[in-house]
């Protein structure tokens, strides 16, 4: 797929129970994204808890519900097996440091491989999507796109004037799709920078027809941002949304501040 800078976005899809721990290649040139589906019930669903922490455990612990914990354990021990066969290690050895705004990174390891991780949830099934970059700083979402989320009102009180102006042209399902467009790529940008809910929405701005490339229009207050992030629209299965947020390097192959 044409990307990002020069660079090509590579789409896969996990199986449901595969482990498949073979050392996977990732050129500089290049960025990786997954999607797993997170089924209701999910086979062999313990040889995956194994593979967690002790403290992912203890997180996996206080779902209150056995469809939330599920998932959180598929999505975390696809982040392990993946990170496994870039890195050529064991699943079970990675540790994760969290930033301020709850960024993960690999925590005792000498690399230059970055990642992000989302997933959401439907009445059906959930998705999760992976993404892996050397060097550069990444940021993935997805969303299922929900009639019932009241977009009006949220693209009112947390987008920019431009974005509201441009989502509130539609109506009904042209009226979420435009949503969660927008929605998917601002969350994109947001989670590259590591910068959490400290990143007001409203201060910058992305693209949302869909019939243009996904982009990042301004920043505020610096106007020179823009040109060091790249977005991506990501194909998804019908009735998700998906972005990636991915930084530009400078001509020393280095991530620019």
């Known amino acids: 797929m044409p990307g990002l800078a020069g660079l090509e976005v590579k789409v896969y899809s996990c199986s449901e129970i595969a482990t498949d721990l073979r050392p996977r290649a990732l050129p500089a040139e290049e960025v990786h994204v997954w999607y797993r589906t997170l089924l209701r019930d999910i086979p062999n669903l313990g040889s995956f808890y194994d593979l967690l922490s002790a403290d992912e455990r203890e997180r996996a612990g206080r779902y209150h519900f056995d469809r939330h914990r599920n998932e959180f354990i598929l ?5 392990r097996i993946l990170l496994a066969s870039y890195l050529e290690k064991s699943p079970e050895r990675f540790a994760f440091a969290y930033s301020a705004q709850g960024k993960p990174s690999l925590a005792n390891e000498t690399t230059d ?3 992000n991780v989302s997933h959401t949830v439907s009445l059906t099934d ?3 999507a992976l993404a892996f ?3 550069r700083e990444v940021g993935v979402d997805v969303e299922k796109i929900r009639p019932d989320c009241d977009a009006e009102k949220l693209a009112e009180r947390f987008f920019s004037a431009s974005e509201r102006d441009y989502i509130l042209r539609f109506t009904g399902h042209a009226l979420d799709e435009a949503f969660f467009r927008c929605w998917t790529r601002k ?3 947001i989670k590259a920078k590591g910068g959490g ?3 007001p929405l409203d201060q910058f701005d992305v693209s949302i027809a869909d019939n243009r490339p996904a982009a ?3 920043t505020r207050p610096d106007p020179t941002e823009a040109r060091r992030w790249r977005l991506h629209n990501l194909p998804v299965k019908a009735g998700y949304a998906a972005a990636l947020a991915v930084s530009v390097l400078d001509e020393s192959g280095n ?3």
Do not use: M
């Open 113 to 115: 491989l970055r990642f």
């Open 133 to 135: 970059a050397r060097k």
């Open 197 to 199: 809910l400290s990143i």
């Open 216 to 218: 990042l229009l301004a």
């Open 75 to 79: 999505t975390r021990a696809t982040l």
């Open 255 to 257: 991530a620019q501040d």
């Open 126 to 128: 959930g998705l999760s």
């Open 187 to 189: 969350e994109a940008f």
